[in-house]
């Protein structure tokens, strides 16, 4: 066996590392991670032929290091999500939201999309509760270049379904046949309405907005206090009052001297006139 398939990263590597991350994306890695930093990474030094992690930060520092260190924060972002997770939000925005609108446009905002399928999903509420000539709207933001590819593609493993309903299959996705099988396609007419774009969280988000809602879910969780609060501060400048905040359902912004006005768990409304 190529002894870099087994190779551990040095202390020294791993905090350039995580350096990197922290700068790169807010997120502290944990020395806790080190064993998953090596096994995410070990691909590039096979890549790159080199003997360990000390030369491949060495790679990461010279010249033509900044490609790289961004393959490093694509291969380090967690990205575990799949369609209609927690679906109370879902109905929320269908139910006690969209009936509020009329027949104004309704903007929302993605901000941690992944690799598609919350942004699809919030695309198929809004084009079955308004219509496919409805006057609405989808940004779908995320750190990953990796990941942003694969949102737009829009093809998935039919085993990641357990949570669409059945009519919303059958309207919005294409079953794949041959080489395909067991592969779904999110319809063409759907994915032309939701805009894919790169984006830190910890960035101002300039030239983007204002939005009516926001889903920012099960993403908080990776940062610390003063981080959290910071990228939610970020994120509501790009929010109208009274507009809509989604967290995760594990995700709190308790104690956060922030302008929302929490509806019930990981709801919230930006206070203001809507």
Known sequence: MNAVLTQAISQEAFLQIQQLFHRASGILLPSSKMPLVASRLRCRLVLHQLPDFDAYCRLLHGRDGQEEARIVVDLLTTNETYFFREPVHFNHLAEQVLPTFGSREVKVWCAASSSGEEPYSIAMTLDKQLGADGRWSVLATDLSRRMLERARRGVYAM?????MPPDVLRNYCLRGTGQYQGMLRVAPGLRERVQFAEHNLTHRPEGMGPFDVIF????????DVKTKERIVSLALQALRPGGWLYVGRSETLYGMDLPLDNLQPSIYRKSGAA
């Open 216 to 223: 920012m879910r099960n993403v908080l969780i990776y940062f």
């Open 159 to 163: 085993a990641r379904l357990d949570n």
